[in-house]
């Protein structure tokens, strides 16, 4: 009877906690839950990049390039979430300033409802000039 009682009373904890607090699981940037359209100019989300592309271009391009400066941040087109699309993708354009001292336009995605079993962000993003691979494509036609 007694541990009837405890798995009862644990069954309840487990539930009362599922319904009172969202799993949200490999949020990579912190904006699942961001308005969309706001998003191209998350200072996580700059942040994210930043990082990401200093540790490519230094493993892959074999360079000490870093992002010194993005400014002129607008996103370029919003795909919101319906029953067509499972995934809300804001795309978004920018200008960056490396530390070579060149203006370079940085394009860039942000996927609301694609990380880790659906749950967080996902962002791709793409340096004009700087993806010798073409990866995302001529200038990086793919994110535009």
Same mark, same amino acid.
Request: charged share 15%; proline share 4%; aromatic share 24%.
């Given at each position: 009877m007694t541990g009837m009682l405890a798995r009862s009373a644990l069954l309840s904890l487990a539930l009362a906690a599922s319904a009172t607090t969202p799993v949200m699981a490999v949020d990579r940037v912190g904006v699942a839950g961001a308005t969309p359209g706001i998003a191209c100019g998350n200072a996580d989300v700059l942040g994210f990049i930043r990082s990401n592309f200093h540790y490519k271009a230094e493993n892959y391009l074999r360079s000490d390039i870093t992002i010194a400066d993005v400014f002129d941040i607008r996103q370029k087109r919003l795909e919101l979430r319906d029953e067509t699309r499972p995934v809300e993708r804001e795309y978004c354009r920018a200008t960056v300033l490396t530390s070579d001292g060149r203006k370079?336009?940085?394009?860039?995605?942000?996927?609301? &409802?694609? *990380?880790?079993? &659906?749950? *967080?962000?996902?962002?791709?993003?793409?340096?004009?000039?700087l993806d010798p691979w073409h990866v995302h494509g001529a200038q990086c036609a793919s994110l535009r």
């Open positions: 370079r336009p940085l394009w860039y995605l942000i996927e609301r &409802g694609w *990380g880790f079993a &659906g749950f *967080g962000s996902n962002i791709e993003y793409c340096l004009s000039g």
